[in-house]
């Protein structure tokens, strides 16, 4: 008898001791408010359009409300309110010249406190993908791009679907990772267009 009540005495102990271990290392969530208060410190000197930048707008509170899995009726919402907002070329024309989007997408400057006001943005592309068979140092966060447009046989409507997809990822993709550079203004018409002919000329080393 004696000896079961010491048993118990210790498990009561022991649960005791859990309880509170557990209570000391939960991890406590993140107050929202307290996260945006930081987020805009830290833009504190910006310009204006520099801190406008930092908020959200309807896709991205939605995309965040999910951590970025939202339901498929939520997604249906954003491709549909995201295409809405690309901006075609009125020449009908997707293709540019390929050796000026091999530039822009190995060029990562622009967009920058520090930069001068007439520098010329990059898509910065290779931070994410690798893009050319050769290339020996590349981003991981996006997939490969090499043989894309051989891959896709040179389709026509997958060369509007590329455009469509540099000029505004969440018109493919609700809350891909990949940034908005038509709508947000980081690449030009001209631009985006070079880029897509860096993916599907043939004779882009992309597709060699």
Known sequence: MKRSLTLA?????AGSWMTAATAQTAVKAPDPALVDRYMKSTFGKAPPEWQARIEPDETLKACNA?????????ADKIVARELARVVYPADGKFLGNWKEGAKIANNGRGGQFSDPPDTVSGGNCYACHQME???????????????????RKFDPEEIKNAYTKVYNSQAVLACSNMPRFGVNKVLSEQQIKDIV???FDPESPINK
Do not use: I, R
């Not at 999910?66 to 939520?74: D, K, Q, R, T």
């Not at 068979?133 to 891959?151: A, I």
């Open 9 to 13: 005495a210790l498990v009561l102990v």
């Open 66 to 74: 999910y951590h970025n899995n939202v339901p498929s009726a939520e």
């Open 133 to 151: 068979q050769k290339e020996v140092s590349f981003g991981t966060l996006g997939p490969s791009l090499t043989n894309y447009g051989k891959d």
């Open 197 to 199: 002919a860096f993916l």
